[in-house]
């Protein structure tokens, strides 16, 4: 069973875009050409389910992925190589600078991404993680 999920973004800092998920991989694809020229830094869209909650992902092909709670209790961000150093900058409505220990593999962020909207549940193929870097 297919949540009730939609893709949420911004591109040109006014108007979000909110779009019901259908096909996600190909809708996610069909966003990073769009904001392929206009970002400095990887873009962000949120993938939303109304009263369960919101995860962010970067479109590159090694990404960052937070879940955040309706309720806003809960704010995770799944883990990625704990010996990586450094920062790297997405554009999540504004540029944010990220630890690279933060950083998945684009393919099994959508992996996540796919399981929560087809469940509302969070996916045990990521560590998640509070712990800021």
Known sequence: MRM??????C????HNVKVPV????????????ETADIFTAPFSVDVVI??????????????????KSADL????TALGDLSAEGNVTFYF???????????????LALDVLEHWTETGELSGKVIW???LY
């Open 4 to 9: 009730n999920a939609y893709i949420e973004y």
């Open 11 to 14: 591109v040109d800092g006014y």
């Open 22 to 33: 259908v096909s996600l991989r190909k809708q996610l694809q069909t966003i990073i050409k």
């Open 50 to 67: 109304n009263d369960i909650g919101r995860m962010s992902v970067g479109l590159d092909e090694n990404t960052v992925l937070c879940y």
């Open 73 to 76: 209790e809960t704010q995770l």
């Open 93 to 107: 409505g504004d540029y944010s600078v990220m630890s690279r220990k933060y950083l998945i593999p684009y393919e």
């Open 129 to 131: 993680t509070d712990k």
